[in-house]
């Protein structure tokens, strides 16, 4: 007779742990992730607060791994759609577009993660920071390179692509704001109009110049 197998205890308990800081990424939102808790996130997942100490060993720990699986959800909902777009003028519009939809579906109940913690811990020095830092430098650094590809391409005109950056950055970061604030759509419909108007202006200003030179 066959014995019974084994449970797979290491995998449960990575379930388990996901299933947490998912949570944990969606109260942040909502609550702030200062004021993540293991005592309000274990009555929020009806867990035991010390099984919730089995997996974190301190506050910190949970807020850098709730960072972790935040990045991980933005990255596979607005930037890995995105990475298959050749045109670096279109990869740059459909990235702008992929955010706001992400807000607006609410992926995350409070709007982006990363717009809400970053407000937070902006002076608060540490890993927290630290790693929200990263997150906007990867973002930063991806937007410049998809316009420099574009520009290169004859596709932009040769502006400051750390300039323009934050020009697209802005409409998103104040689209996400007002949605939340307003529960509207418009606003997140607005950033979308600002975001394609702006980059419109860049490629005829381009063409343009080419055209009188």
Not at 129 to 142: G, H, I, P, V
Request: glycine share 6%.
């Amino acid at each position: 007779m066959r014995s019974p197998p084994e449970p797979d205890v290491p995998r449960k308990g990575a379930r388990s742990r996901k299933t947490i800081l998912r949570a944990a990424a969606d109260l942040a939102t909502v609550d702030g992730l200062d004021g993540l808790s293991l005592g309000a996130l274990a009555t929020h997942i009806g867990m035991s607060k010390s099984g919730l100490f089995a997996h974190f060993g301190s506050k910190e720990e949970l807020q850098l791994a709730a960072v972790d699986t935040a990045k991980e959800i933005f990255d596979a909902d607005v930037i890995e759609p995105t990475n298959d777009i050749d045109d670096p003028l279109e990869h740059l519009r459909a990235l702008s577009a992929a955010f706001l939809s992400h807000v607006e579906r609410r992926v995350f109940p409070g709007g982006c993660f990363f717009i809400s913690a970053s407000a937070e811990f902006d002076t608060h020095p540490g890993s927290v920071k630290d790693k929200l830092l990263s997150f906007q430098a990867e973002w930063s650094e991806r937007m410049e390179h998809l316009i420099t590809g574009a520009q290169e391409r004859g596709l932009l005109q040769p502006e400051s692509p750390s300039q323009l950056t934050f020009e697209l950055t802005s409409y998103l970061l104040m689209a996400n704001t007002a949605f939340v604030m307003h529960n509207d759509p418009a606003y997140l419909h607005h950033a979308k109009t600002a975001v394609n108007r702006r980059l419109q202006q860049a490629s005829e200003l381009k063409s343009t110049r080419s055209a009188g030179s």
